[in-house]
């Protein structure tokens, strides 16, 4: 069954870089779409960034452009956030989710916390 | 940019049906999706395009939408189903996702 597994989320300082990272398996991850979901304690759902399957394709929130990019490595099944400039409004579970039947987001991680605070 | 509207509480009793509005600019025309999230876990597909339902979702699950609104409707509620509930839906060829603000289910 598709299982997706995320990592990387820590503390981190204001201003800090963090690469959250997530493995999928149980389908096939090179010709599937994927997203970046994102959770504020105690808030609700915030996309945060899509990739087409081939990578070529990417949006992002306005809340993320120019500091949260996503990309993939078909190869070894891998979704990646490469984050920049972290900012406190920035602390949330982050969900790899992926992409279903008329844009759902059909299959979710369990989410990798990241805390940005001094 | 767009907007989905859904109330913050919606509460019944075990055995009667909840039916949880999402408010949004001709939404009728969108596909909307929902999503279930019990506390301290990840969220779950409930109902996909308007109507349709995964497998291994109960029946008592289902999804309508017309005009500008559109209803998550759970018959015959259980005391496992209180929980947050999203409704979203996609920009086609922007990529972009919108998400309702949620609405939490409480079961009397």
């Known amino acids: 069954q598709v299982h997706l597994v995320e990592s990387g989320g820590e503390l981190v300082q204001p201003g800090g870089s963090l690469r959250l990272s997530c493995v999928a398996s149980g389908f096939p991850f090179s010709t599937s779409n994927m997203n970046w979901v994102r959770q504020a304690p105690g808030k609700g759902l915030e996309w945060v960034a899509y990739t087409s399957r081939d990578g070529v394709i990417k949006y992002h929130a306005d809340s993320a452009k120019g500091r949260l990019t996503i990309s993939r490595d078909n190869f070894n099944n891998r979704l990646f956030l490469q984050m920049n400039s972290l900012m406190a409004e920035d602390t949330a579970v982050y969900y790899c989710a992926k992409h279903g039947e008329g844009g759902s987001l059909d299959h979710w991680g369990q989410g990798t916390l990241v805390t940005v605070s001094s | 940019s767009y907007a989905l509207t859904q109330p913050l509480s919606v509460s019944v009793a075990p055995g009667e049906t909840a039916r949880i509005p999402c408010g949004g600019n001709n939404l009728g025309a969108k596909s909307v999706h929902w999503y279930q999230q019990k506390p301290g876990q990840a969220p779950v597909l409930v109902i996909y395009s308007d109507v349709a339902r995964p497998s291994g979702i109960p029946e008592r699950f289902s999804g309508s939408s017309s005009g500008n609104q559109a209803f998550l409707t759970i018959s015959r509620v259980e005391a496992g189903d209180e929980a947050d509930y999203y409704c979203?839906?996609?920009?086609f060829g922007s990529g972009l996702r919108v998400f309702g603000g949620g609405t939490k289910l409480t079961v009397l």
């Open positions: 979203q839906v996609w920009g």
